[in-house]
C-alpha cells in the first residue's frame, strides 16, 4: 500500500499496482554463528522463486533467487557463506585443540622437563581443558613417541606437521592477529620454560607460525620477545 491524501485531507492507503513478491521454501536447517545476533542461533536455507504482481496478485514467474540464510533470531537474509563462519561452539573447540596440539608439539620437541609441563599445562588449561594435568600431557607425549619412532630434540617432522596444520589451518582465517599470535607467544614459552630455545622446539614453533599464517619475520620478533619477561 502507498500513502495518500482524500480531497477532506485525511491520509488514505493507496494499493501497490505493480511489484515483485518471493515465495521461499524451506531446504536445510542447523545453527550457525549470527553476525546480526552475535551469537549462535538456529537458522533455515532458503531458496526463492520470484513473481512479478498486479495489485498484490502473482501473474509472472521472475526467476529463482537465493540460497539464503534466514536466522531465526532476528529474521535477517545472509547469503550462504555465512555459514563458514564456526559457531561460538566449535570456534572454542578449535583452539582448545589447536593449543592443546601446540602445546604436545613442543614438549615433544623439547621433552619433558617439569617446568615446560606446568607451561603447557597451564595454557591448555587456560584454552578449556580445565582437568589436563602435568602427567597426561607427559603420557601423551610419550604415547606419540612409541606411534611414531620420534625421539626428542628431532627436528619437525612431516607426520607432526600434518597436525600442527590440521589443528591450525582451519582456526587461523578467523583469529585476530593478536590472537595468531597469542598462540605461538604460548609455545614459545613451553619451549623456554626449560630453558633457551632448541633447534627442534625452534622448527617446531616456525611450523607453527607458518599454519597460523604468521609471516617468518614476525615468528622471528615473536620467539625473541617471549624471551623477555612480562
Not at 604415547?143 to 620420534?150: C, E, K, M, S, V
Not at 630453558?195 to 617446531?204: F, L, S
Amino acid at each position: 500500500m502507498l500513502p495518500g491524501r482524500a480531497r477532506n485531507g485525511r491520509s488514505v492507503q493507496v494499493p501497490r499496482i505493480l511489484g515483485i513478491r518471493t515465495a521461499w521454501n524451506t531446504v536445510g536447517d542447523g545453527e550457525f554463528f549470527c553476525p546480526g545476533c552475535g551469537g549462535d542461533r538456529n537458522y533455515q536455507r532458503l531458496t526463492g522463486r520470484r513473481r512479478f504482481t498486479v495489485v498484490g496478485v502473482p501473474v509472472l514467474p521472475r526467476g529463482a533467487t537465493g540460497p539464503v540464510v534466514e536466522c531465526s533470531g532476528c529474521r535477517r537474509h545472509y547469503g550462504a557463506d555465512v555459514l563458514d563462519h564456526p559457531t561460538t561452539t566449535r570456534f572454542s573447540a578449535m583452539l582448545r585443540d589447536a593449543v592443546h596440539t601446540v602445546a604436545l608439539a613442543v614438549l615433544a620437541a623439547g621433552g619433558c622437563a617439569r617446568p615446560s609441563l606446568e607451561t603447557a599445562a597451564c595454557a591448555v588449561r587456560s584454552a578449556g581443558f580445565d582437568d589436563c594435568t602435568e602427567d597426561q600431557l607427559h603420557a601423551l607425549v610419550e604415547a606419540l613417541a612409541a606411534d611414531t619412532g620420534r625421539v626428542a630434540g628431532e627436528p619437525c617432522g612431516a607426520s607432526l606437521a600434518i597436525e600442527l596444520h590440521e589443528a591450525l589451518d582451519p582456526l587461523a582465517p578467523h583469529l585476530a592477529p593478536t590472537g595468531r599470535e597469542a598462540i605461538l607467544l604460548q609455545g614459545a614459552r613451553t619451549a623456554l620454560a626449560d630453558g633457551p630455545y632448541t633447534a627442534a622446539e625452534r622448527d617446531v614453533l616456525a611450523t607453527v607460525g607458518a599454519a597460523l599464517t604468521i609471516c617468518s619475520d614476525d615468528v622471528t620478533r615473536l620467539l625473541a620477545a617471549a624471551r623477555t619477561p612480562s
